[in-house]
């Protein structure tokens, strides 16, 4: 194996301060002429051997959040030094248009079916506030925070169910909605209650994934079915214009994992394929003569730094009847549900097994900052942003270096007779906080006058594309999908050492009905009006893989069908550190397992 291209060698800055807090390093092993696997680094923040009241975690409010802070503050000089490499400049620009173009095209969705309360500034404004707080102050600086769909699920329900009764109370009470799940977003950070984000597998999140996947594919068919009602020429054409867009941004992101062209030509087009996709086909629906003349309907815009409606930007809360405030509470639980598995879930996608991080992580302290920013949100009536499940582990992902290796297998066909193969592995992970404060700031940039008019030249169909790259890259990449791919070849043709060729092809499938009546049940309630109920079902994913799943499937069995999201101890001491029970997972392979994780997954998606 000979490597094709060269990266810089990982810094060794977290020596002295893993050292500082007795953890060890790999240069301590080396010293002392250990052999074998290093042990796990040691921390001070665990609840495992706690007796008496000490192990009741609402007993020692705050412990969790003030080991976040302690444990990543070191860090923070070297999040900016850090920043200085071109990964960082790629990564701004990508995550630029991941988070403006999903963001706006939710918008689109929430402008339609909230009687056009939120609008491209309230999107804008909400991604940018909520980009700046946890680029500046967070404790995860590479989970990306943004407008999402499922908020955006959420609001229109709210709409239709607050529409049943008094429609012009909707601000106030979406206001509420944010004020109660502020005070439980603090209530759980105080508690340390995010620990149990620990016992996530991938049972949960490429169920998650998946449900994540088909509503945005959904959503995309919406949008232009919705371009239909204005003409069938009109809807044609969004159609080719939506397809056209996923399929040039699909395909120069599959080039970045292809052999084509040199190097850095691949990473040139895969870093800025959604920058050239844009330009080109909101550029191609201007095109003077017949193209123009068809009207595909733009982007709605309203005035730079203005709310959408004519309103204030803060929301009169204090006026709503006492009620109606008291009627917000449930719906604020549930927000606060779905931030805990989506903000959460996002955290660990972008820390995950795959990428070899080195900094810590602070679940809890990042979970306050939610609380604070759905706060702000509510009460200047903006879409209540959180970690975006999608774009997360893809910031992680243009943030790697990667090293591009030769493979050779040599065959029986002479001299000439071999296979070459191009393998990708993660070198390092330039772990910094910069490319998020830079997205914000562009984010801001966006609300001005002039980019706001750029932005009203966009075809809505343009969104509906970005619905289908988001919703495709979630299923394409998902876990459940190659295990279906496994089921579905033939068995000569399986390779022997994929780990999957020594489980049961009967237990494969078990394993995947029970992941697809999780997403099914999500999906189906998610088009009735309880569909702000889907919250539940995906938390209960997480007690069910743990209680009842091993009741069907032996230890190796789901040492190989499953693993814990995020198994970096340096993630996991946020959250208390390793589940001593896996859940029928036993510990040791499952580690195994993910010892290849560092490999390259997928670059030509929006989602891992």
Same mark, same amino acid.
């Given at each position: 194996m000979a490597s094709t291209s060269q990266t810089e060698t990982p810094t060794q800055c977290t020596s002295s301060s893993l050292r500082s807090r007795g953890i060890a390093t790999a240069q301590d092993a080396e010293k002392k002429g250990e052999i074998g696997e290093l042990p796990e680094p040691k921390d001070p923040y665990s609840w495992d051997n706690e007796v008496g009241w000490r192990r009741f975690r609402f007993l020692r409010p705050g412990r969790g959040m003030y080991h976040d802070v302690r444990r990543r503050l070191p860090y923070y000089?070297?999040?900016? &030094?850090?920043?200085? !490499?071109?990964? !960082?400049?790629?990564?701004?620009?990508?995550?630029?248009? &991941?988070?403006? /173009?999903?963001?706006?095209?939710?918008?689109?969705?929430?402008?339609?079916? !909230?009687?056009?309360?939120?609008?491209?500034?309230?999107?804008?404004?909400?991604?940018?506030?909520?980009?700046?707080?946890?680029?500046?102050?967070?404790?995860?600086?590479?989970?990306? @925070?943004?407008v999402t769909g499922l908020i955006s699920l959420f609001n229109y329900t709210i709409y239709d169910i607050v529409s049943l009764y008094e429609p012009s109370i909707y601000p106030q009470f979406m206001c509420w909605t944010a004020i109660w799940a502020a005070i439980m977003h603090w209530i759980v950070s105080f508690g340390n209650w995010c620990d149990y984000m620990r016992y996530v597998t991938d049972f949960s999140s490429?169920?998650?994934?998946?449900?994540?996947?088909?509503?945005?594919? @959904?959503?995309?068919?919406?949008?232009?079915?919705?371009?239909?009602?204005?003409?069938?020429?009109?809807?044609?054409?969004?159609?080719?214009? =939506?397809? #056209?867009f996923f399929g040039t941004v699909y395909g120069l992101e599959k080039v970045g994992a292809s052999t084509l062209?040199?190097?850095? $030509?691949?990473?040139? #087009?895969?870093?800025? &394929?959604?920058? *050239?996709?844009?330009? *080109?086909?909101?550029?191609?629906?201007?095109?003077?003569?017949?193209?123009?003349?068809?009207?595909? $309907?733009?982007?709605p815009i309203t005035r730079a730094f203005y709310p959408t409606q004519d309103r204030s930007w803060l929301i009169p809360f204090w006026e709503l009847n006492g009620k109606w405030v008291f009627a917000a509470l449930p719906f604020g639980f549930l927000v606060m549900l779905l931030f805990y598995y989506d903000h959460n879930v996002s955290s660990l996608t972008a820390q995950a097994k795959q990428f070899p991080l080195k900094k810590p992580g602070g679940f809890h302290w990042d979970f306050f900052l939610l609380g604070c920013t759905t706060f702000v949100s509510g009460i200047l009536g903006l879409p209540l942003p959180n970690g975006l499940v999608p774009q997360a582990p893809v910031h992680t992902e243009s943030l790697s270096e990667y090293e591009s290796n030769l493979t050779i297998i040599h065959t029986s066909g002479g001299?000439?007779? +071999?296979?070459?193969?191009? !393998?990708? $592995?993660?070198?390092?992970?330039? +772990?910094?906080?910069?490319?998020?404060l830079v997205?914000? /700031?562009?984010?801001?940039?966006?609300? $001005?006058g002039p980019l706001l008019a750029v932005l009203g030249t966009m075809p809505r169909a343009i969104f509906a594309g970005v619905f289908f790259v988001v919703g495709w890259g979630s299923i394409e990449s998902n876990g459940m999908l190659k295990k279906l791919r496994h089921l579905m070849e033939e068995h000569r043709f399986l390779a022997r050492q994929n780990p999957l060729f020594d489980v049961p092809r009967g237990k494969i499938?078990?394993?995947? =009905? #029970?992941?697809? @009546?999780?997403?099914?049940?999500?999906?189906?309630?998610?088009?009735?009006?309880?569909?702000?109920?889907?919250?539940?079902?995906?938390?209960?994913?997480?007690?069910?893989?743990w209680k009842t799943v091993p009741r069907w499937f032996t230890t190796e069995e789901l040492a190989t069908l499953d693993a814990l999201t995020a198994d970096n101890m340096v993630v996991l001491a946020s959250l208390g550190g390793r589940p001593k029970e896996m859940g029928g997972m036993d510990e040791r392979e499952g580690r195994e397992r993910d010892a290849e994780g560092m490999k390259r997954q997928r670059v030509g998606s929006i989602a891992q």
């Open positions: 000089w070297s999040d900016i &030094a850090d920043a200085w !490499t071109y990964r !960082t400049v790629a990564s701004t620009v990508r995550i630029y248009f &991941a988070n403006l /173009l999903p963001a706006l095209a939710y918008t689109l969705d929430m402008y339609r079916r !909230t009687g056009g309360f939120y609008g491209v500034n309230e999107a804008l404004f909400a991604s940018a506030l909520a980009a700046v707080i946890f680029s500046l102050l967070g404790a995860q600086p590479i989970t990306i @925070v943004g490429e169920a998650f994934g998946m449900y994540v996947g088909i509503i945005y594919m @959904v959503k995309g068919v919406e949008e232009l079915v919705d371009e239909f009602t204005r003409g069938s020429t009109d809807g044609f054409m969004s159609c080719m214009v =939506a397809l #056209l062209f040199a190097p850095w $030509t691949r990473s040139i #087009l895969a870093d800025y &394929a959604y920058a *050239f996709g844009t330009i *080109f086909w909101v550029g191609f629906c201007h095109i003077p003569g017949t193209l123009k003349d068809v009207h595909i $309907t733009k982007l001299d000439r007779g +071999e296979i070459r193969k191009q !393998t990708l $592995t993660i070198r390092r992970v330039v +772990e910094q906080r910069v490319t998020h997205m914000a /700031l562009g984010l801001i940039g966006t609300m $001005t499938a078990l394993y995947l =009905a #029970l992941q697809a @009546v999780g997403v099914a049940a999500c999906v189906a309630i998610s088009q009735t009006i309880a569909a702000i109920g889907f919250p539940l079902l995906i938390c209960a994913l997480i007690p069910f893989r």
